[in-house]
């Protein structure tokens, strides 16, 4: 096994339980605006819509087709238009209160912390993330594990999305590591693992879906807790 000097962290789905935590907040949103009267729906229903509005806006946006105002609009527009609601203005409101609320939801991945633990006095730790950099840095604070890590790296800031070998030679670059001294651990085949690959980065693919795939990677796990067993 390679030396590793260097840890990165995807943060969403690997770290911070994205899919947990974004349920909680739209609960939150169903009973502010009171969704149920409003559009005629359950919680389950306009939950899924948003859900899948989401996914494609955020594709759009990591191929660079969309810029992030919309997306965190037009995400609850979308949503809003697909039960006969066309009210732009509360889109808006709905918006901004998800970037207010999310954040403060701080449920982590089983394991999270003592795999931190385990690692800080070791490595240096550090996190790749796509999110909003508003957001992402509350979320780091706000779920207890900022002082894990010694850099947080957005993509704001390298000016281009993972899987795009940019982001990780920027990654590089500011903590003064070179590929062969790092390891990459993420949730996402193709943007983490597949990306940081490309980039000459070792691998850690969190498979917690059990997604079925023929690639060649560094090592595969499906709970953060088996990072342990790989660095120990």
Request: glycine share 2%.
């Amino acid at each position: 096994m390679r030396k590793y000097k260097h840890i990165f962290f995807d943060l969403d789905r690997t770290l911070w339980d994205f899919e947990k935590n974004s349920e909680e907040t739209f609960k939150d949103l169903y009973l502010i605006y009171n969704i149920e009267q409003l559009l005629n729906c359950d919680f389950d229903s306009f939950f899924k819509t948003y859900k899948k509005h989401n996914t494609l806006l955020w594709e759009e946006y990591r191929n660079k087709k969309i810029i992030k105002e919309f997306l965190s609009v037009q995400r609850f527009f979308a949503t809003l238009n697909d039960f006969d609601n066309y009210d732009l203005e509360l889109a808006k409101k709905m918006a901004e209160n998800y970037l207010i609320l999310s954040p403060q939801k701080n449920l982590l991945f089983p394991h999270a912390i003592e795999t931190l633990e385990y690692l800080k006095d070791k490595y240096q730790l550090h996190i790749i993330t796509n999110g909003f950099i508003e957001v992402q840095y509350k979320k780091i604070k706000n779920s207890g594990i900022e002082k894990f890590f010694n850099q947080t790296i957005t993509s704001e800031e390298a000016g281009v999305q993972k899987p795009d070998k940019y982001i990780f030679e920027f990654s590089l670059n500011k903590v003064n590591a070179s590929p062969e001294e790092c390891i990459m651990i993420g949730d996402d085949l193709k943007i983490d693992i597949l990306g940081a690959k490309n980039a000459g980065i070792d691998q850690i693919f969190f498979n917690v879906d059990n997604v079925k795939h023929n690639e060649n990677i560094t090592f595969e796990i499906d709970s953060l807790k088996q990072i342990i067993e790989i660095f120990n």
